[in-house]
């Protein structure tokens, strides 16, 4: 005669603590990923704030007809001299 013995646990139960688990890893992965979306946007925040200083900037002033600027040459008064250009045009 074949003795059949009941499992220690039961279908049900077994069942249950499946939902249970899949739910609580669904929880786990759902507030990993909206924590990751904040600190994303908190970071965004951050790097753009602290990219583009503020600058003022303020209207040439005309003097007579011709406007005057701090530089004198495209980059700055350096190569504004006939010897600086010719050293900076043979390199």
Do not use: C, Y
Not at 1 to 26: C, D, H
Not at 34 to 61: C, F, H, M, Y
């Amino acid at each position: 005669m074949p003795t059949e013995q009941s499992s220690p646990v039961s279908r049900r139960k077994l069942g249950i603590f499946g939902v249970v688990a899949v739910i609580g890893a669904l929880l786990v992965v759902v507030t990993g990923i909206r924590a990751r979306e904040d600190s994303s946007a908190k970071l965004r925040e951050w790097t753009d704030n602290q990219a583009i200083p503020t600058v003022a900037v303020g209207a040439a002033r005309r003097q007579g007809s011709e406007r005057h600027h701090r530089s004198a040459g495209p980059a700055g008064g350096l190569l504004s001299r006939p010897d600086l250009r010719a050293r900076s045009a043979a390199t």
